[in-house]
């Protein structure tokens, strides 16, 4: 996998990692929380957590703005939040002003199928891809 990509994905995942435990303290919900049970789960459509950060809630996922940047994310089929696609890893370098050599989302999902192929990704089927943490 392209160095280039691996540090992008890490820095999502680390700062969702960080996020999703204060949202879910805030807000008054378990982790981990399927799609499904985020679907159904009773809190404000938007809203701010004591400590700052912004959320709104959309489908399976949300997005969280915080100092210094934002981040959408959904949850998994097992209440996974590390999942991502082309679109959530360019959004986020852009939102937080990372450092990466990707110009659109499309470049990064060129990358994305070669670590796909390489074995370094899974597909979820929807959406979704996953380091694949068996290489």
């Known amino acids: 996998m392209k160095i280039e990509l691996r540090e992008l994905i890490e820095a999502y995942q680390n700062k969702a990692s960080e996020l999703i435990p204060r949202v ?3 807000l008054g919900f378990q982790l981990p929380i399927t799609n499904t049970d985020w679907v159904g789960l009773d ?9 700052g950060l912004h959320y709104f ?3 399976y996922g949300l997005a969280i703005k915080f100092d210094g940047g934002e981040i959408d994310l959904d949850f998994g089929d097992n209440g996974e939040f590390d999942g991502f696609d082309g679109w959530r890893l360019f959004r986020f370098a852009e939102q937080s002003n990372l450092k990466t050599p990707y110009k659109d ?3 990064i999902e060129v990358d994305m199928k070669e670590a796909e192929s390489n074995g370094h990704l899974r597909y979820s089927g929807y959406i979704l891809y996953y380091l694949n943490n068996d290489q």
């Open 24 to 26: 879910s303290q805030a």
């Open 57 to 59: 809630k959309h489908g």
């Open 105 to 107: 989302h499309r470049e």
């Open 43 to 51: 809190i404000a459509q938007r809203g701010k957590t004591s400590d």
